[in-house]
């Protein structure tokens, strides 16, 4: 390679860089007309410098394109409204039987109660004395009744009636 | 007949000071696809870029931010392990720069195999490659991205473009 194609290479990185004043850049213009050996090498370089700016746009494409939209699976949502409805009843089972644990046989078997249903007006029949309350609803022929068992208070102990003399 | 450096595109002019974090973050983006070539593996990575900038890198309005960021994601996009493979090139090309059906392939194939070649080169080459001729960056900037001198970032430049041509052009 003679000197002056040397030289002129050496601007290479320059021209490709745009960094080249008018002046080294007709310089260079002009070497390149007349020499096929650096016509070559800057003509393989440019080549690189376009296809790097294919690429560098590929990648900005990619960059900014719109995602694809998920794939939504049409039994996704019944399934899972049937698995949460599973466990809400699996739930609500175990915290009612937590909650209403017999303590005493007694509370095991709940007193009779009894709704005549065939006559124009419920009647409740019940076996111990209980205090019924009625509660209306919006709904004329619903009512809710809420059935209080009587208080029973404490017998005096024979001790207290009858003091020691 | 050579007509000088090409233009840069404008997508890709990323000369600017960033205006916001989306466009930091856009531009981070854009680099690490450019680094691994999945969009899914760079997001994921520039989102730990930016999680990370929130306890060790510099305040959101620190300029030292942007070259703390380009730094990080290219440490994360070299450490990455799992990788995803990467996106073929064919889809995203610019149909406009084809003038024929057959001139498109020739074109896809020879850019498919200028990302191979820039994949095989050494880190610093790379890196510096990309943030010049990908990016846009000025040799300032990129010094500054890659705690380099400007003359080292020159040679490393030049050294990939030398390696890149004498594989692809058949330079001497």
Known sequence: MNPRCEEIQSRLDEWLDNELNPVSR???????????????????????????VGLSSAADRIATAPRPPR????????LRIAAAIALLATAGLGVRSALHRP????????????????????????????????????????????????????????????PSL | MLEGPPAANAAADQTAAPTSLDELRRRMLGFAIK???????????????????????????????????????????????????PQPLADWLDPQDATSPSDAVERAESIESLRAAIGNLPDQQRIALILRNMQQMD????????????????????LARRALANKLGGSQ
């Not at chain 1, 794939?71 to 019944?78: G, Q």
Request: aromatic share 6%; net charge negative.
């Open chain 1, 26 to 52: 007709a310089e260079v213009t002009t070497h390149l007309t007349e020499c096929a050996e650096c016509r070559d090498v800057f003509t393989s370089f440019d080549l690189l410098n376009r296809n790097l």
């Open chain 2, 139 to 158: 040799y300032n900037e990129i010094a500054q991205v890659m705690q380099l001198s400007v003359a080292a970032v020159r040679t490393h430049v030049h």
């Open chain 1, 103 to 162: 303590d005493s046989p007694s509370q095991i078997v709940p007193p009779p109660v009894v709704v005549a249903e065939n006559s124009a007006a419920p009647t409740i029949v019940a076996s111990t004395p209980t205090l019924a309350v009625s509660l209306p609803t919006r709904n004329p022929h619903i009512s809710i009744v809420m059935l209080y068992e009587p208080v029973r208070l404490p017998s005096a102990s024979p001790a207290e009636s009858k």
């Open chain 2, 35 to 85: 680094l691994v070539w999945n969009r899914d593996d760079a997001e994921e990575i520039v989102q730990d870029a930016f999680q990370l900038s929130l306890t060790k890198g510099p305040a959101v309005t620190d300029p030292a931010l942007a070259p703390w960021l380009y730094r990080t994601v290219t440490n994360l996009c070299l450490n990455q392990r799992r990788r995803r493979p």
């Open chain 1, 71 to 78: 794939i939504i699976r049409p039994f996704a949502t019944p």
